[in-house]
């Protein structure tokens, strides 16, 4: 999933991210890789607060955790931008990181949601829809061949 995921942050010129789905207690995304390519020293010198957030936080505070939430149906409970997340198969949102946007998709091992995968983008940059259409593209590929690759991984394991 890693060269994926490089791939992705290669493509978009973007950050990107990949969280795990935490459902036991308070249900939350956990960040649990990222390639920030040339957004690294930037990203690093956001404030700790939303660097934490980003990495961390219940499933409905933003597009990463949207992106599981609305995979789990009535289990934890309607919220806004669920239906929209459903129906698109990706999730948009503000960052916890000021002046950007998350773009997220959901990761699949065979029937099971295992989490999202994320693009960090500057809020300009998804005002013009041609340049947010190919992030989503280029998300919604990725998304795709990280959840085969989740799920041939499960069936190897369970063989």
Partial sequence: MRAE?????SRTG???????AHLI???MRILVDRAYGAHRESLLAEP???LRALEAAPLGADAAGM?????????IGAQDGIACTQEEGHATSRSPLPGRSLIAAP???GSAIAGSVALLTADAQMKRATTRARYITALMDAAAVMS???TRGSARRAS
């Fill in 25 to 27: 207690g308070t249900p």
């Fill in 107 to 109: 990761l699949w091992c």
């Fill in 14 to 20: 973007q950050a990107a991210l990949v969280y795990r």
């Fill in 67 to 75: 992106a599981i939430l609305a995979c789990l149906g009535p289990a």
């Fill in 48 to 50: 700790h607060e939303a």
């Fill in 148 to 150: 085969g690759q989740l």
């Fill in 5 to 9: 995921l490089v791939t992705l942050q």
